[in-house]
């Protein structure tokens, strides 16, 4: 039996300063840094796990927030295998902004069957102390909206962060017309731990 | 057939430890490049260090198809597949991803932003490159670091454009491959580590060539060179960009070209094998038109033909177009050290490289295209690169390495001399040879960067071509079961043959599952089946020893064979092409990689350059090119006739001396073969060229032995050679009358044995065997021999020239002799004038026989330029000889009379200069020099404005010679009164022969409008002055024939004197009368 490595190719939009790079790097290099620059049109890191006998790596998309950075960032929608709309759940303007976001991502991914493509909704900074967005409104958007699961993370404690990149890549291999998105690697034999520099040479 | 030798160009092979399967391969900059199959990541592996080692790796985007790396620019580009869809990236400052967890910036082409570099921190940056097509396959520049991308129906170029922080807004509109220096604006773009970020790297898409109905397969691009081939096809074109917009339409009308051919839809066209070359290729077929996208500043680009090649799949040997298809397409530049330092963005010559299975074929594209080599391959080849030195070629099981001929076209290019007696290079159309054939297992891929070979074999998994072998193996394999299995049966005591069902069950083949699954594999270090080698190819210095050794081998058995020959020139042209190399400090820039990070990868440089950086290194090959020199010349100079001329060039480039090149010609003793005739040819060569060094007795009486031996006919012309100065006479003397028994007497024969009595001493004998001929037939001896009189002068018009013995002694013994000979030579442009000046000079004679040879030339020569310069150096020594009194020593040749009567520039004397200066005046001496002088100015040649000023030194009436003189040249202008005066002044007895001479035609009116006047008051001053009266008289009588009588009367004084006028008046009236 062997093992086949899909590259899954995952983007985070949402508002400028919900969070969306720090969650990005608290996830691939579990840091967190206070004093992140702005991003700039649009970066991406990579990770490999393994979930459910799956080898995946995940391409997790960071993409600047601020309007004026919209044409460098749009372009590379397409391709996508899985959106994470993310707001920061002190800020209820960034709440409200999901809708445009969902409607711009799909929009310019020229998305085929909308209603079918996997979201994942995040709530970040749920370390604040003041929330603006109460678990309960964003439960109800992410319902209303296709039933969007939701996760409330913080990246700056690591709350939930995983968890939520690991739905995201669970609801992706879900779909039944993953298959020709997987793309073959070298055979992996189960007996050999991926990533482990030391069994080939 | 292709001769293959067992060279030795590979040294070592190191194995790189990649642990997933490599699908892709490409390298540069130091750098091999390797994505796993089907895989998303690229690993950077080191060249340069040992081992290998990982340098970084990072995740592409999509599934890349083909990578392709830029030195220039330092990026990768990809083709690469993701969700069904295709994209091209370009990969930039993936150095800054030496751990994979950086972020990693991604922009589409042209959206730079001001602010996106100011992370502290530099980052690696993909460029998403859109396109309306799909991309088939990518190229990027060399020199110039764009990037060529093909599409289904287009080829799109895009040019590499460097922006620095400061210039984000304002972009550089040039294009950097129609910049001809686009170095400087690189430069200008401050590159130190302490700011690595300062300049990103963008493209902009200039222009797109559209090629309907070709469907590229592969592309190449380099310096303006645009090549493409579909699967039977190859063409390339060359992109010129034009500051100066042209209309459109003439463009668009200029630059397409219609397909003419019939609609193949309906026919089975079979196509056949074409090449067009040039601007011919415009009639290939294939519809190229140029649309053009870059920015309005970047002009109009053109287009031109260069090369058209068709292949047809050859049917009737039962080859399918999948056996037919080419590969391999490259545009490889080479730069060369001098014209690098013209222009170090051009490259000095550019090839053209693509392969059939069978045969590959390389072009040279600049300077007019031509097909250098044709390699016939000896079996089915899977991919082939072109370096400068070799030519790397896999099939399916073996690394082979052929010769290349590129440094032959280089080395033409960069010297004109190379073709000519200075300089030599084997040719270009020398056949090509295979050096090496080195066994793998399962190749599958190769790349080639410096002197690396990166291999990719994968032996356990089977590409279709190797199906066939696998059945046979497994038939192999189910003949060894079978007859296992039966052997088991007839142990048993069972003979299966009797048993049909045991028959049924040994046929069926079914171990055979298993036996394939456990197949032994290919030996490898790592276990698995694949292996990734670099293989390292020796040295050129030691390629260079071993093919020497090998020639050596071959000449022991064969001295005269092609082998050692051609062994011998492949030898020179690996050592040519790394000499003909730009010097690394001369020509680093445009090489060098961009904006390198951190110290540690200082070392990416790639060690070639480092390599012959290294002066002792470079000393050595030019050490080992002057020994192959020497040995090529060696080669020729004892081989046959055809190709012999080049032993002379070699050894030029050798270095050697005569005397050395003597030594290795010289004959063995029990050989049969005597000297050969190249090295005949050198020496005659040598000893026809003016060269300061004079042999040794010695050695000067050897080749005196090699020529009575090879060609005694050519002993005079070798006797008269300077450098056999020192050659022993009587020696000579007695091989010359060998000769004259021989072959009979001829001028040039006699007059060296003359020259060798004269070294001798011995006069008398001398002095006979230069009485055997007229002196007339003498100076034709020396006309077909100058060397007889003069060394030296051949090297052209500033090289110095010296008499010899012979012009000595005919200076004492038959001065006129030498200076007809002299004229002679003179004459047929065997000597300049300032170099028989030196001989004469040379000879102590300047003041005689000199201007003997002067006034000789000036009766000979028909040259303007010669003549002038000659009648004024005359009048010069004429003057000098008149006034300083010195008198010529010996006997002058030529007088006065004999000038006058052999040529117009000495004009015959007028009347008047013998009352003037009458043959006793001056010393015959001088008077000699005086009536030349006279003669000259009689004469229409001189030219007065030059003698004048020498003329005016002399004091004015002085002496009558200088009167006559200053009376020749005023007269010469035209100032006859002036001259009427002054002669009435200084000698009236002269006025009227001047006056018959000079007052006619246009000066007839002088006689009555001056000299009357003049002699009027003069008579009347001195009445009792004779030779004015008569003077007056004969005036009278002229005036009265030439004038009316009123005019006449107008002339009268009114003084009284009216009575001495009437006769001339009557006179006067009656000739008016009778008219």
């Known amino acids: 039996m062997s093992a086949k490595t899909s590259l899954l190719k995952v983007i985070l939009l949402g508002d400028g300063g919900v969070g969306k790079s720090s969650l990005m790097n608290r996830y691939v290099t579990n840091k967190f840094d206070t004093h992140l620059f702005h991003t700039i049109g649009v970066e991406f890191l990579n990770k490999d796990l393994e979930v459910d006998g799956h080898m995946v790596t995940l391409q997790i998309w960071d993409t600047a927030g601020q309007e004026r950075f919209r044409s460098l960032r749009t372009p590379f929608y397409r391709g996508s295998d899985c959106c994470l709309l993310t707001f920061s759940v002190d800020d209820s303007q960034s709440f409200l902004n999901m809708g445009n976001w969902k409607k711009e991502f799909v929009y310019y991914a020229d998305v085929k069957e909308p209603e079918k493509f996997p979201f994942v909704v995040l709530g970040n900074k749920v370390d604040v102390a003041e929330r603006q967005v109460s678990a309960e409104d964003a439960r109800q958007w992410c319902l209303e909206n296709g039933n969007y699961p939701y996760y409330e993370t913080s990246a700056k404690d690591a709350t939930n962060v995983a968890g939520a990149f690991e739905e995201a890549v669970r609801r992706v291999l879900s779909m039944e017309e993953r298959t020709d998105h997987l793309i073959p690697t070298d055979t992996v034999s189960l007996h050999r731990k991926p990533r482990s520099a030391s069994c080939c040479s | 057939m292709v001769h293959v030798y067992n060279c030795h160009p590979f040294a070592s ?18 750098v091999i490049f390797v994505v796993a199959t089907g895989g998303c990541k690229v690993e950077a592996y080191s060249l340069d260090q040992e081992g290998c080692p990982l340098l970084c790796r990072f995740a592409t985007m999509g599934t890349p198809r083909i990578i392709q790396y830029s030195a220039i620019g330092d ?54 490159i859109p396109l309306s097509e799909r991309p088939v396959a990518v190229a990027c520049c060399p020199v110039t670091g764009d990037l060529l991308v093909a599409c289904e129906k287009t080829l799109v170029l895009f040019t590499l454009r460097r922006e620095s922080q400061h210039n984000l807004n304002q ?59 579909a699967e039977l096809e190859v063409l390339v074109v060359k992109l010129h960009s034009s500051l100066d917009p042209k209309t459109a339409e003439e463009l668009a009308d200029m630059n397409t070209c219609v397909d003419q051919g019939e609609d193949p839809g309906d026919f089975l066209v079979l196509q056949r094998h074409q090449e067009l070359l040039g601007e011919r290729a415009r009639d290939c077929g294939v519809s190229v038109t140029i649309e053009k996208t870059g920015m309005e500043e970047t002009g109009q680009y053109t287009l031109s033909f260069v090369l058209y090649r068709r292949f047809a799949p050859d049917f009737f040997q039962g080859c399918s177009v999948e056996e037919t298809k080419l590969h391999s397409l490259q545009l490889h530049p080479m730069f060369t050290r001098n014209k690098s330092m013209q ?139 079978h007859s296992m299995l039966t052997d088991i049966f007839l142990a048993l005591g069972i003979d299966p043959t009797t048993t049909p069902a045991l028959e049924s069950l040994l046929s069926r083949p079914f171990l055979s599952k298993k036996w394939a699954g456990s197949r032994p594999k290919a030996p490898s270090v790592t276990g698995h089946g694949w292996n990734l080698y670099v293989v390292n190819t020796v040295s050129p210095i030691t390629l260079y020893h071993e093919m020497v050794e090998y020639s050596c081998r071959y ?238 002068g051949s090297g052209g018009r500033d090289t110095q020239v010296r008499p010899t013995q012979l012009a000595n002694q005919l200076r004492k013994d038959q001065p006129g002799l030498l200076a007809a ?205 004779g030779i004015l009266l008569a003077a007056l008289k004969e005036t009278l009588l002229v005036v009265a024939t030439e004038i009316s009588p009123v005019e006449f009367l107008e002339l009268m004084p009114d003084d009284g004197t009216a009575l001495y006028f009437l006769p001339h008046l009557l006179a006067c009236s009656q000739r008016q009368l009778l008219a």
């Open chain 2, 343 to 481: 222009c170090p963005e051009e490259p000095s010559c550019v090839f053209c490289f693509f392969s059939l299975p069978t045969t590959g074929y390389l072009y040279s594209l600049r300077g007019g295209v031509e097909l250098l080599s044709a390699y016939q391959y000896p079996e089915k080849v899977l991919r082939a690169v072109l370096t400068d030195d070799l030519l790397h070629v896999i099939t399916k099981s073996a690394l082979q390495c052929f010769s290349v001929r590129c440094a032959a076209v280089a080395a033409r290019v960069e010297d004109p001399y190379i073709d000519t007696t200075m300089r030599a290079c084997p040719p270009v159309s020398l056949k090509v040879c295979a050096l090496r054939m080195q066994l793998f297992i399962g190749l599958r891929t190769m790349c080639a960067l410096g002197r690396h070979v990166m291999l990719l074999s994968a032996a356990d998994a089977e590409p279709p071509e190797e199906a066939d072998r696998a059945t046979h193996t497994r038939s192999f394999m189910e003949f060894r079961e």
């Open chain 2, 75 to 128: 990026y990768l580009v990809t083709i690469e597949d993701k969700n069904n869809a295709t994209y091209l990236r370009a990969y930039t400052n993936w150095r800054y991803q030496a751990e994979e967890k950086s972020r990693v910036g991604v922009r589409m082409l042209g959206h730079l932003l001001r602010g996106a570099s100011q992370r502290s921190v530099a980052q690696m940056e993909i460029i998403e």
């Open chain 2, 821 to 1025: 000979a002299m004229v002679a030579l003179h004459e047929n442009n065997k000597v300049q004038l300032e170099q028989a000046d030196q001989v004469f000079k040379e000879l102590g004679c300047e003041h005689n026989l000199l201007v003997d040879f002067w006034e000789a030339v000036l009766v000979a020569s028909t040259k303007e330029a010669i003549i002038q310069e000659l009648l004024f150096r005359l009048a010069v020594v004429y003057i000098d000889r008149l006034t300083s009194g010195m008198a010529a020593p010996s006997k002058l040749l030529k007088s006065t009379e004999d000038l006058i009567n052999s040529c117009s520039h000495y004009g015959t004397l007028y009347p008047w200069l013998r009352i003037l200066t009458p043959a006793s005046n001056t010393g015959s001496q001088q008077q000699e020099a005086l009536q030349k002088l006279q003669s000259l100015l009689c004469g229409p040649s001189m030219p007065i404005g030059a003698v004048q000023p020498l003329l005016e030194q002399l004091s004015l009436g002085a002496t009558l010679w200088g009167l006559s003189l200053h009376v020749l040249c005023a007269t010469r202008r035209g100032q006859h009164g002036n001259c009427i005066e002054k002669l009435l002044d200084h000698c009236p007895q002269a006025i009227i022969p001047y006056a018959n001479h000079h007052l006619q035609e246009t000066y007839m009116a002088l006689w009555w409008q001056k000299l009357l006047p003049e002699l009027c008051n003069r008579t009347r001053a001195e009445t009792e002055n």
């Open chain 2, 171 to 229: 972009l550089n509109p040039q294009s950097s491959f129609q910049n001809t220096q686009p170095s400087h604006s690189k430069k200008a773009v401050p590159n130190s580590p302490s700011n690595p970020n300062v300049s990103v790297l963008d493209f902009e898409r200039s222009v797109i060539l559209h090629i309907p109905g070709l469907g590229p397969q592969q592309v190449a691009l380099c310096a303006g060179y645009v090549a493409v081939h």
């Open chain 2, 555 to 792: 000449a022991e058995t064969h001295p005269m064979g092609e082998s050692c020959r051609h062994l011998l020139s492949e030898a020179h042209l690996i050592l040519r092409a790394t000499l003909i190399k730009p010097l690394p400090t001369a020509k680093g820039e445009p090489r060098e990689l961009p904006e390198m990070p951190t110290d540690g990868e200082k070392a990416q440089r790639p060690t070639t350059d480092a390599f012959t950086d290294s002066k002792a290194e470079r000393q050595v090959m030019e050490t080992a090119f002057r020994e192959n020199c020497a040995q090529l010349g060696d080669c020729f100079s004892r081989g046959n006739q055809k190709d012999c001329h080049l032993a002379l060039p070699y050894y030029r480039m050798s270095g050697l001396s005569i005397t050395e090149v003597m030594s290795r010609n010289r004959p063995l003793p029990i050989s049969p073969c005597s000297y050969g005739p190249g090295f005949v040819f050198y020496l005659n060569h040598f000893l026809l060229e003016e060269t300061d060094q004079i042999l040794s007795q010695e050695a000067a009486d050897e080749i005196i032995d090699i020529f009575s031996q090879t060609e005694p006919s050519q002993l005079v012309t070798v006797c008269a050679s300077p450098a056999m100065a020192d050659v022993s006479p009587a020696k000579v003397l007695r091989r010359l009358q060998h000769l004259e028994q021989a072959t009979g007497m001829s001028v040039p024969l006699t007059v060296t044995m003359a020259t060798m009595s004269l070294r001798l001493d011995d006069l008398r004998r001398y002095t006979e065997l230069m009485e055997k001929h007229a002196e007339m037939l003498l100076v034709y001896g020396f006309i077909e021999e100058p060397r007889l009189l003069l060394h030296g």
């Open chain 2, 13 to 30: 092979q190191q194995i790189v430890q990649v642990e997933q399967e490599p699908g892709l391969l490409c390298s540069g900059g130091g």
